[in-house]
């Protein structure tokens, strides 16, 4: 069974750091893209980052460029979102996404998400 589960999340003081982690079970990770979405209350979900399956390509938002960096390991069917310099409008539920093209039909992998707060 394909499952996604984040972690990592909590409470931080702006100008903090997070680190969220995404573990894959049920497939290997290598070989996807994996992405990185959050949804604050009363917005809706946009994407924050993605890193490619084979030459590692990275893209951020533009609102996280600089303070985010994504990483996967492979070996440990991991993906990383490492998060400095947090604001409080990054205050969201961060969820790990995968997609997977079966036939012609794509199919979604998500997490459960992991609840960020950047508050003093």
């Known amino acids: 069974q394909v499952q996604l589960v984040e972690s990592g999340g909590g409470l931080v003081q702006p100008g903090g750091s997070l680190r969220v982690s995404c573990a894959a079970s049920?497939?290997?990770?290598?070989?996807?893209?994996i992405a990185w979405f959050r949804q604050a209350p009363g917005k809706e979900r946009e994407g924050v980052s993605c890193?490619?399956?084979?030459?590692?390509?990275?893209y951020y938002l533009d609102s996280v460029k600089g303070r985010f960096t994504i990483s996967r390991d492979d070996a440990k069917n991991t993906v990383y979102l490492q998060m400095n310099s947090l604001k409080p409008e990054d205050t969201a539920v961060y969820y790990c996404n995968v997609d997977e093209l079966v036939g012609t039909t794509l199919k979604e992998y998500w997490g459960q998400g992991t609840q960020v707060t950047v508050s003093s």
């Open positions: 049920g497939f290997s990770l290598d070989g996807y893209t």
């Open positions: 890193i490619g399956k084979n030459d590692r390509s990275t």
